[in-house]
């Protein structure tokens, strides 16, 4: 494995001829049940809601040096507000 110091890391960093790799899978669609109150009937109707889960990637190399970050997403289809992350990992490599 190859030492650097934080000087030459910072240096890597800042450079901008990095070459850049996306990648986004969902992994399962699922329909989840939820309760929306209906003024109509004044009650809870249960509506299925269809539910995307999935994870996105970003792997950067440069001189032999790769990063890899890899975060899971989900988030109710037709709804814009209702997305969630989770930080899965950050991979470093010689």
Known sequence: MKTISIAEFETLVARNDWQREQDCEVSERLDCQVEEWNEENESFD???????FGLAS????LDGIKITYTEGFNYDECDSLS??????????GL
Do not use: E, Y
Request: glycine share 4%.
């Open 46 to 52: 249960l509506n299925d809601i269809p539910h995307v």
């Open 83 to 92: 997305t969630g992350t989770t930080r899965d990992r950050m991979m470093f």
């Open 58 to 61: 970003k792997t950067s190399t």
